[in-house]
């Protein structure tokens, strides 16, 4: 089996900074992407970055210049520098990673999903 296990969230002010770190363990292969997304309540869960193998990135336009998404291939872990937050990056946050695993010989490819961790910007 495969476990992500997410830390760094809490509460900042308007124009704080955190950092997310994402860590994966367990029987992989490779990971190709990891990415961050996040779920307020009522809405559906968004894309916020992700990284490929390459350390190719995609953010959300919403996010663009302000977050920094980086990875480290050998720890199978992941990172979000956030910046400059403001109260509409509130949300939980998820670490995605889409794990390849050899099971029988097949490369089996399957979504695995951490626990979440909240982010609050607030004065």
């Known amino acids: 089996q495969v476990q992500l296990v997410e830390s760094g969230g809490g509460l900042v002010q308007p124009g704080g900074s955190l950092r997310l770190s994402c860590v994966a363990s367990?029987?992989?292969?490779?990971?190709?992407?990891m990415g961050w997304y996040r779920q307020t309540p009522g809405k559906p869960r968004e894309l916020v970055a992700a990284?490929?193998?390459?350390?190719?990135?995609n953010y959300a336009d919403s996010v663009k210049g302000r977050f920094t998404i980086s990875r480290d291939n050998v720890k199978n872990a992941v990172q979000l520098q956030m910046g400059s937050l403001k109260p509409e990056d509130t949300a939980v946050y998820y670490c995605?990673?889409?794990?390849?695993?050899?099971?029988?010989?097949?490369?089996?490819?399957?979504?695995?999903w951490g626990q979440g961790t909240r982010v609050t910007v607030s004065s």
């Open positions: 995605n990673a889409h794990v390849q695993r050899v099971v029988g010989g097949a490369l089996i490819r399957t979504d695995y």
């Open positions: 367990g029987s992989i292969f490779g990971i190709n992407p």
């Open positions: 990284i490929t193998s390459d350390e190719t990135t």
